[in-house]
């Protein structure tokens, strides 16, 4: 059984039911999980240690590449199995459990996880499950639709735990380039030089002495949530598509532009997909996420070359995809996640990073995860990775949400996850505010001309030229700074 | 005359005074000075240029390495010539000016200005002045105490003013090593593999039909203001080392410790000095800037090699070193702050970084840069480079400033540096807060008990066990976030 899947005789006889497997762990152990914005996660141990949890003490370190599908973070933490959770998720049962102090929550740059396993900052993971499409005769376990952390998982592992996939297709098998920094001191540079190269092998490595169990599964991904384009993210798409045609214009960029990164959901998929109808062509991405946009982008012929680490789609774009690897094989590579995510890689590559946020500030500075300032979303993804090293970092974010009782520019936001520093340009479907070489004041001048929505403008213009009268590099009043937000905590409305 | 230093003759006639060469400066045009942390920066153009500032209409946009010493910062501002500033100052009347609104500064990671110069996303450089010890035969500028951003400047400015200083001596040829990345894309990785590696040229490359004119200046550097250690700063020393003894005795660390770097400042000069009695040896540094600190522990034999992108030394210290460089030429490096500073370099070293923080929060946010939230001190400098890409970032802070009347612990800092994610470890005199792999309510109780001044963290607690009633993964009360600033702004002191 399973001869094309597990091409050594003897690992056939470690096959186990997912019950069986999630008898092996114990209370307060450490995790990893492969598993990336929902795709190439594990369908099958999840259910079956919520299950364990719900019958005696079980608690966990949870570790993934970033979130997971199939409602196991949710059923994970339900049954209370989930003491430490990290670095990533976008579950609302566990989002709950975090809010309340239940689920501690270590939101992380995405390219850092395993550098701090590594490094030893982390304690050492103990068992690692990873889904994979085959193991090879070598004692190489082949991933699915994503590879995340979990090359490493495998390689810091004491014991290993496969869900091998029968839905995934054996033609994934080649789609993928596993490369892992050595420990340091020592390490040399990674040879990445193009967003096409190739610099690992084909499989993740592993001794297969330490493969403690094989559970055969045969679930799909979990579909992208993403919503279609709007009349309000083409509006977005549309000044981003602007402002890099003036970038070529201008001689700073080539219609080939640079490497494009988007971030996950709905408003940077629609500014990739703006992209079918721009002049530019030969475009590159290097990316940690490639949804639909991106195979939209390959088909058009836009878009010579997609590197990331994992593939979410649409429930139909990811039935097809499955069935025409072949047709994306020569144009696609699946990285891991501190490869995809890379500083030294990024600012090599010099990419164009086009990320969302949840509300940014007169002077620049981003929110991304909390919302109200305190309440976690999803985490910080790779966003940070990307904005920071990036040739030019994009935040994209509607004005006003909740039908215009948040405006989305605000004087100053409550939670800092990208600072003026790493922010290049903000666009909201009212405009594009292009901050490059601008001091702070010059900044919040275009930013509330630019991108505020009318109904919060004034009031903005009137909050900046007060706190000017008080002075400072980044004029503000502190006592008025989050008044927006105060106002929507007890009125569930900013607008004065 | 000046054979030894000018060593193409036909350069030397172009010789000619500092009020002659500051009749090259057009208004509106940019500028880029050597200089960085007061070491190695022009000693008479900025004078030259401010005495025409206050003749003429003359307006520059001026970029540096980081701050200039000889008041030259404070001569230019008042003179009314410095339109923009970039990336870092630290001069009393050029920061009013700033904090005025007079002057749009531009506080950049040092890492950044001259990757944002050569991706065109700031204006091309008009002119570059730059310090130099000597001319080299084929055409090669020998930088004095510190390289700074002068090579890029040099490689992208129109025309060249090159200060020769006389008072720096010739044995400073060969401490430096030029390696500038190139345009994107097409970029090779940066071949630095141990902290003493050379990887470019001894000299500064410029075609010799560039140089449009030569001044001859005999004026030392500024030496630095860092104050000797106290009991405070030892104690905040003690605690480091303790935490670091304690990594090497888990195996996490080799008593070699990882490659140090250490911000500009008393703190951080007294931490590195507090190793002369550590058990450490073997230590290597790959920072920014080499203080006094830096030379005790060349001296004592336990640093076996420094690289850095500049040398800032008290009076007597400074002699010393111009009159002994061959002591250090084989343990010392001067690099392009782009290579000292650079995450490529930094993440593959795997450095542990010891930075300055104004303030940070209960749950380790910190702030490097703007007093009271608003106002700017001297700028983020090489700390965001640093402290995202370490093995370990530490930011050090006395509990307390203006005798107790402020807090540098506080509930939500006003103005965000470095966000939780880049920071591991707080310290301030009273203790140490390990954050690794903490989720933001358990950083709070550590940093709360830890590190806050006794006087402080009552109210730290209450405010804190009432922000965890409202829940979220981060809590506050928004409305009480600031308070303890505003009551300092309205009482001068944050005590309530």
Chains 1, 2 share one sequence.
Not at 46 to 73: C, F, H, V, W
Request: charged fraction near 25%; aromatic fraction near 6%; glycine fraction near 8%.
């Amino acid at each position: 059984m399973y001869e094309d899947r597990i091409r050594q005789p003897e690992l056939r006889q470690k096959i186990m039911t997912a019950e069986e497997a999630a008898r092996l762990f114990r209370d307060g152990m450490s995790v990893g999980m492969s598993g990336f914005t929902k795709a190439g996660d594990c369908k099958a141990l999840p259910a079956a240690l919520a299950e364990r949890a719900r019958q005696e003490d079980l608690k966990l370190t949870l570790i993934t590449g970033a979130s997971l599908g199939n409602d196991s973070d949710g059923l994970m933490a339900q049954a209370g199995l989930l003491a430490r959770r990290m670095p990533f998720q976008a579950d609302a049962s566990l989002r709950k459990k975090i809010n309340d102090g239940e689920v501690m929550f270590i939101d992380q740059h995405l390219s850092e996880t395993v550098e701090q396993l590594r490094g030893h900052n982390l304690a050492p993971i103990d068992i690692a499950v990873i889904e994979a499409v085959a193991i090879t005769e070598d004692g190489g376990i082949v991933p699915s639709t994503s590879v995340g952390n979990s090359a490493s998982f495998v390689e810091q592992a004491a014991q290993v735990i496969i869900e091998l996939n029968l839905r995934m297709p054996l033609s994934l098998e080649g789609l993928h380039d596993i490369y892992v920094p050595a420990a340091r001191p020592g390490r040399t540079p990674i040879p990445m030089l193009n967003v096409d190269d190739r610099i690992g092998g084909a499989a993740i490595r592993v001794d297969p002495a330490r493969i403690a169990a094989i559970v055969v599964t045969d679930s799909a991904d979990s579909p992208s949530a993403i919503l279609p384009p709007d009349d309000e993210t083409q509006a977005i798409a549309g000044h981003v598509i602007e402002f890099l045609s003036g970038e070529v214009k201008a001689g700073r960029l080539t219609p080939a532009l640079l490497p494009l990164q988007a971030g996950i959901g709905t408003i940077a998929n629609a500014v990739l997909h703006g992209l079918l109808d721009s002049p530019f062509a030969g475009l590159t991405m290097y990316s940690e996420v490639l949804q639909d946009s991106a195979f939209e982008l390959l088909d058009s012929g836009q878009l010579d070359f997609a590197s990331a680490s994992s593939i979410t789609l649409s429930e139909a774009r990811h039935e097809t995809f499955l069935q025409e690897v072949e047709r994306y094989r020569s144009r696609l590579v699946l990285r891991p996640q501190e490869i995809s995510n890379h500083p030294e890689v990024l600012r090599r590559l010099g990419i164009i990073a086009i990320n969302t946020a949840l509300e940014f500030d007169i002077y620049g500075n981003v929110n991304s995860t909390h919302v109200g300032g305190t309440h976690m979303m999803n985490g910080i993804g790779g966003s940070g990775d990307f904005a920071r090293n990036a040739h030019l970092s994009i935040f994209v974010s509607k004005s006003v949400a909740k039908a215009g009782a948040i405006s989305s520019v605000v004087p100053m936001v409550p939670h800092v996850d990208h600072t003026e520093h790493d922010v290049d340009v903000v666009a909201t479907e009212w405009g594009l505010a292009d901050l490059r070489g601008l001091a702070p004041r010059e900044r919040a001048e275009l930013i509330i001309e630019r991108c505020a929505h009318p109904h919060y403008r004034e009031e903005l213009r009137h909050y900046f030229r007060q706190a000017c009268k008080r002075g400072g590099q980044t004029p503000h009043m502190l006592e008025l700074a989050f008044s927006w937000h105060e106002r929507f905590r007890r009125a569930r409305s900013m607008l004065a």
